[in-house]
């Protein structure tokens, strides 16, 4: 069997960059892995996946949100499971819903995840950025459930209950060695909240 | 009756300054306030306050942290209610004991916690800081819950659901009318959080 590799990462450049945006982020997550996230320059990202610094630019604002730009197609995923769910879910199984389809997506990009991760935990900077994500996803997952017809604060109080359940699953998830099942880790979790509230 | 006023703010410079830090923290609120917080400086405040910079710079490291000192006394108090709650508490219980312990204290503080609301509700720098803020307290709240023998992940989720409960309370109580009494509004969203996690 001949397998043709595309060069494209050295190639010429042209004005349509074939994933620029993947390349981007590989690229940045190999250097902030291999030499810390202070140390790396958008100039040597972009060198390394073979783009400019202009390029980069047009996707990524600095080189801070290369982390992060993922992280809206999880929470427009998440978001839009739980508004699509039947009206007759509960509020939190609406979110467990929306969870398990963000978790799934996850699932796929575990390798990812974990690196990135680990970025993340070395550098305070990056965690309250991603502290703030994650807060601003709980507020996003309320007002869903606001046009859902639930009234405050019960929205507010169930959305950040379930993200409290998401980040407990989600840490557990990234530590455990083989191949965890987040979907399931965010059931147990969940599980685990209503337990810890049975009055 | 005669009243005497001793004006300190005024006064000649001694090496021991009464309430420096008090004085320092009522002098910036007045000029976030009123100047807003990004047109206010160190230099300005330890003016109004009487004092100098330098011991400005001796209560706290930079012009945000005047703004959240008070919040470690606020964490102790809870934290330390938790701690002495029964053995026999449920987590969730010895949580609701120390957020009630929390609300007596800012009960008192009405006035300047509505005050420091509102110039933090103008700045997302600050924003960002006070969400860290609670953030930390709900993983101190967790470690008090491990050291009472609640295991993971009960004790983080209910340290994460019981803050989300007091920060839904927190917001209602800065924005009603009249004297709304927190520790009621605390009650009332662990409640509601009770609801909407019953299965």
């Known amino acids: 069997?001949?397998?043709?590799?595309?060069a494209y990462h050295r190639g010429p450049m042209t004005r349509w960059e074939p994933n620029a945006s993947g390349r981007l982020t590989d690229a940045a997550l190999e250097l902030y892995s291999e030499h810390g996230y202070g140390a790396t320059t958008v100039a040597e990202i972009?060198?390394?996946a073979g783009l400019t610094e202009r390029t980069y630019f047009r996707y990524f604002?600095?080189?801070r949100e290369v982390l992060f730009a993922g992280a809206?197609?999880?929470r427009n995923l998440i978001a839009g499971t739980v508004q699509d769910a039947p009206a007759s879910a509960t509020p939190l199984d609406a979110l467990a819903a929306g969870l398990r389809a963000g978790a799934a997506m996850l699932q796929q990009r575990r390798a990812l995840s974990i690196r990135r991760q680990a970025i993340i935990a070395a550098n305070?900077?990056?965690q309250e950025r991603e502290l703030i994500k994650l807060s601003s996803w709980a507020a996003t997952l309320a007002d869903v459930l606001r046009r859902r017809g639930t009234p405050e604060p019960a929205a507010s109080l169930a959305a950040?209950?379930?993200m409290a359940a998401f980040r407990v699953a989600f840490a557990r998830w990234i530590d455990a060695p083989g191949e965890p099942q987040l979907g399931e880790m965010i059931g147990e979790s969940l599980a685990q909240l209503r337990a810890v509230t049975a009055a």
């Open 72 to 74: 809206e197609q999880l």
């Open 61 to 63: 604002a600095d080189k």
């Open 124 to 126: 305070p900077e990056l």
């Open 46 to 48: 972009a060198a390394c």
């Open 160 to 162: 950040e209950a379930a």
């Open 1 to 6: 069997m001949t397998v043709t590799v595309i």
